[in-house]
């Protein structure tokens, strides 16, 4: 009867340690997921303003400047926004 019991006991500390680590991997996953959604929105918000002064100083975007903005972190982003008053032309920018 006790060896019974110590075996409900194991059972139910091993179930509810399992359920308060899916627990806290859930929650670390969605904070995880906010943290990157986040950062890329905000990678996402730095390039439509650089294109927006790239044509607005400059006209049309080459479409390979395009695919390199695509592929850029949000601090060069952020540089090269920095730089678009400064230069003459678009290629200027990104030197």
Known sequence: MLEDRVREW????WREGLEAGMKKGRRQGLQKGRQEGRQEGSTAEARNILLR??????????AEIETRLNGASREQLEDWIDRVYEV???EAVFD
């Open 10 to 13: 194991k059972t139910q500390f």
């Open 88 to 90: 003459e032309t678009v």
């Open 53 to 62: 002064q790239l044509r607005r100083r400059f006209g049309e975007v080459p």
